[in-house]
T-cell receptor, first 117, second 112 residues
Framework: SAVISQKPSRDICQRGTSLTIQCQVD?????MFWYRQQPGQSLTLIAT?????????ESGFVIDKFPISRPNLTFSTLTVSNMSPEDSSIYLC??????????????FGQGTRLTVV | DAKTTQPPSMDCAEGRAANLPCNHS???????VYWYRQIHSQGPQYIIH???NNETNEMASLIITEDRKSSTLILPHATLRDTAVYYC?????????????FGKGTTLSVSS
């Protein structure tokens, strides 16, 4: 299994500012994923981040709002830009456990709880 | 969109088996069924997955029907710590690669 560390674990931010969330994995992984979980809701995939290429965003999410970096095989960042109260959510990083296929479990970090005031 | 349907909530008495159903009638031949759970304010935790055979590990058993259109997650002896939201996910290869697409899940409440 992979051990995932997310920072910060929680933050309270002013509207209009930006927050960068870090995701560090204890082993090299090919694919990393970013999710958002709004209060009382399920997880929604934001984007898939592969090392050496631009992130692939899901419908409803754009790079200008959620820029993602993937500088190497163990690290990624997600920035929530120009925040509004509607961005208050838990943001989660996830990684594949091994080779990229449908028969490999994915692991999740503990999430970053963001509150925008 | 999620390819699964689950009841929104279930109750279970402590010490009894919890059987959580999931419908996935549009599943394709090479798509796996995964189960995760999320205990309040934590990241999702992997439980088990399978393709067509029944699977068992230290946490749970997964029973998949022969036509693969539904499955059941079994927690053999539920404890209070098993209270969580349980997600049944059909993992597909898509534009998002092999990302897990979550549905609404089942909130399991275990009581003494």
């Amino acid at each position: 299994s992979a051990v995932i560390s997310q920072k910060p674990s929680r933050d309270i931010c002013q509207r209009g500012t930006s927050l960068t969330i870090q995701c560090q994995v204890d082993s090299q992984v090919t694919m990393m994923f970013w999710y958002r979980q709004q209060p009382g809701q399920s997880l929604t995939l934001i984007a898939t981040a592969n090392q050496g290429s631009e992130a692939t965003y899901e419908s409803g999410f754009v790079i200008d709002k959620f820029p993602i970096s993937r500088p190497n095989l163990t690290f990624s960042t997600l920035t929530v830009s120009n925040m509004s109260p509607e961005d208050s959510s838990i943001y989660l990083c996830s990684v594949e456990g091994g080779r990229v296929n449908l028969n490999t479990e994915a692991f999740f970090g503990q999430g970053t709880r963001l509150t925008v005031v | 969109d999620a390819k699964t349907t689950q009841p929104p909530s279930m109750d279970c008495a402590e010490g009894r088996a919890a059987n959580l159903p999931c419908n996935h009638s549009t599943i394709s031949g090479n798509e796996y069924v995964y189960w995760y759970r999320q205990i309040h304010s934590q990241g999702p935790q992997y439980i088990i997955h399978g393709l067509k055979n029944n699977e068992t590990n230290e946490m749970a058993s997964l029973i998949i029907t022969e036509d693969r259109k539904s499955s059941t997650l079994i927690l053999p002896h539920a404890t209070l710590r098993d209270t969580a939201v349980y997600y049944c996910i059909v993992r597909v290869l898509s534009q998002a690669g092999t990302a897990l697409i979550f549905g609404k899940g089942t909130t399991l409440s275990v009581s003494s």
